[in-house]
């Protein structure tokens, strides 16, 4: 296991040929918008509802998607329901969008008619600072553009309204390859929880005979499983309930350790080489710091809303420990990532669900009772109305 970060590799081109049928009528459609059926917020307390949002005609650089399926992400209840700051109204959220290319602009040359595609949580970046230019778009310098919520700059301002729609365009360097071999529905949630999860562990650079832990057993915390285990990676879960062992056993970890235990956390010192911690509620870190190896490391994927408890800086001397966090990743590495689902048939464990079950979805979400996530299917979309709303 080296620590440091393997450098992903170029976006791959495919270009699978359009039928003359295709051909016509992207022709015949060039130039024109189109209305899109969304659901979405029209303010902090209303729920998700029936939304109409136009999308731009495709420029030279654009792919527009015909959406099918879209995870539903934890964050999306946070932005919707205002829990993060203000935000801007009508609001359609969704960043784990799967689909189908329609129609692409005059100099796209590497997605056609057709292309299964997907697209996460970045839809635009300065594409010049430093982190740019070496893939971590993530980090842009000037601010990334969000899929959802956020001034597209390049577009006059306008706020970007996400895959909870029937349709979305987006600059073809922020699609990405959806390999056939995958579900596409399952795939979905792979553009936010697959990344983010993917990110640190290829950092670290995890390999065969490496012991991952992973912390918290839910949306981000089922995908480091599979992940980490198709890496050929150790994996043990820690978690607060008993109820999650079977659960942990079934996605393939190999020990689950009740972290309220304390004589089972002390059986695992220095037993483990990089930990995933996927819980966004506060907790105490030091206990797991115990649990590492030398010049092992613990990443924080979970966002806390609250301080957390502090951390003593003695458990990460002694050891060299590094305490670090991640944040999704760049489009070539979430290629990266796509690609290697495919290789090793990692999907999410799902639950497929309609436009009237949103509002009720995001409150189980808050509840913890989804195994391990929500996707929506966008055909039961309500056809869009003559006028936008967004």
């Not at 189109?34 to 650089?61: H, Y």
């Not at 982190?131 to 919520?149: A, H, I, K, P, R």
């Not at 009237?356 to 996707?375: I, P």
């Amino acid at each position: 296991m080296t620590p440091g970060r393997p450098v992903p590799p170029p976006l791959a081109l495919h270009i699978p040929p359009a039928d003359d049928a295709e051909q016509d009528l992207a022709s015949e459609r060039a130039g024109e918008g189109l209305l899109a059926a969304a659901r979405g917020a029209v303010s902090s307390t209303s729920g998700l509802v029936p939304l109409t949002v136009a999308r731009r005609a495709p420029k030279a650089d654009d792919v527009e998607i015909a959406v099918e399926f879209c995870g539903l992400c934890h964050s999306d209840v946070h932005a919707t329901r205002g829990e993060w700051g203000t935000q801007n109204y009508p609001l359609v959220p969704g960043h784990e969008i799967v689909g189908r290319v329609s129609r692409v602009g005059a100099d796209v040359d590497d997605f056609a008619p057709g292309d299964l595609v997907g697209v996460g949580c970045i839809v635009d970046s300065c594409r010049e600072c430093e982190s740019c230019l070496d893939g971590f778009e993530q980090y842009c310098e000037q601010g990334m553009t969000g899929t959802y919520g956020a001034k597209d700059r390049r577009n006059g301002d306008a706020i970007t309204q996400g895959g909870y729609a029937s349709s979305v365009v987006v600059d073809r360097r922020y699609v990405l390859h959806v390999p056939e071999t995958l579900d596409p529905a399952a795939a979905a949630p792979l553009l936010c929880a697959g990344i983010t999860t993917f990110s640190p562990l290829r950092h670290f650079g995890v390999e065969e005979g490496d012991v991952v832990g992973v912390v918290g057993l839910g949306g981000l915390g089922h995908m480091a499983v599979k992940l980490a285990k198709a890496m050929g990676a150790k994996v043990k879960v820690f978690t607060t309930s008993e109820s999650k062992v079977s659960a942990a056993l079934e996605l393939g970890a190999d020990a689950v350790v009740l972290s309220r235990d304390e004589e089972a956390m002390t059986a695992e010192n220095r037993s483990i080489d990089i930990i995933i911690d996927t819980v966004a509620a506060p907790h105490d870190l030091n206990p797991y710091f115990r649990t590492l190896r030398r010049d092992g490391a613990l990443f924080q994927l979970g966002l806390p809303s609250e301080a957390m408890p502090p951390v003593n800086p003695g458990s990460l001397i002694r050891r060299r420990l590094s305490y670090a966090g991640s944040l999704i990743g760049g489009i070539a590495e979430t290629q990266e990532m796509l690609d290697f689902c495919a290789e090793h048939g990692v999907v999410s464990d799902i639950e497929l669900v309609g436009a009237e079950e949103l509002n009720e979805a995001y409150d189980r979400m808050v509840a913890g009772d989804v195994k391990y996530r929500f996707v929506l299917d966008t055909t039961t979309l309500q056809a869009p109305s003559e006028r936008a709303d967004a």
